[in-house]
Nanobody, 126 residues
Framework: QVQLVESGGGLVQAGGSLRLSCAAS????????MGWFRQAPGKEREFVAA????????DYADSVKGRFTISRDNAKITVYLQMNSLKPEDTGVYYC???????????????????WGQGTQVTVSS
């Protein structure tokens, strides 16, 4: 199994920045890609960003392109989500997830991810 622990959420004003971290442990050699998803109150969970473990490929939801950056540190077995120019609509619980494999559009689908963190709350005030 893989264990994922997120941190870095909080309350920030619109236009501000936050950096989320996701530390992985356990059978990390099985990880092919890591993703961030979020869920706003009353809404379905949605894809935010993903990175393959080699770092050669990243994907972003259209709503966050140009504002969010996903990266990974293989030595620390940690994935980061740098969020800039935050908007109130970015508010939600952010989840980190790992996939043993995904390809193309499949990396946008939460059902392709095997393990999930507990989530961290991000609140952007207007």
């Amino acid at each position: 199994q893989v264990q994922l622990v997120e941190s870095g959420g909080g309350l920030v004003q619109a236009g501000g920045s936050l950096r989320l971290s996701c530390a992985a442990s356990g059978r990390t050699f099985t990880i092919y890609a890591m993703g961030w998803f979020r869920q706003a109150p009353g809404k379905e969970r949605e894809f935010v960003a993903a990175v393959n473990w080699s770092g050669t490929s990243t994907d972003y939801a259209d709503s966050v392109k140009g504002r969010f950056t996903i990266s990974r540190d293989n030595a620390k077995i940690t994935v980061y989500l740098q969020m800039n120019s935050l908007k109130p609509e970015d508010t939600g619980v952010y989840y980190c997830a790992s996939a043993t494999y995904c390809s193309g559009y499949g990396c946008y689908q939460d059902n392709n991810y095997n393990y999930w963190g507990q989530g961290t709350q991000v609140t952007v005030s207007s």
